[in-house]
């Protein structure tokens, strides 16, 4: 892809932003994603609330397969 500012990219397709994040993410390294990812007090809050919610629903979580091909296609 040619050199694009944000502001145009920011404009594509939402399927097409979703595939170029998956791809940005995906070129980061494991020690590279884990860090600079310091969590406030309201994102701890936030993720302790989920898994309790995930805990009592267990069958309402979504495999990563489907949220990525959901992702990628727009479904």
Do not use: C, Y
């Amino acid at each position: 892809m040619s050199s694009m500012p944000l502001s145009e990219l920011l404009k594509l397709e939402p399927a097409r932003r979703a595939e170029l994040a998956l791809a940005l993410w995906e070129s980061l390294s494991e020690i590279e994603r884990g860090s600079n990812f310091d969590l406030t007090p309201a994102d701890v809050a936030e993720l302790d609330r989920r898994w309790l919610e995930h805990l009592k629903d267990p069958g309402s979580a979504v495999p990563w397969d489907i949220v990525r091909r959901r992702l990628q296609t727009g479904e």
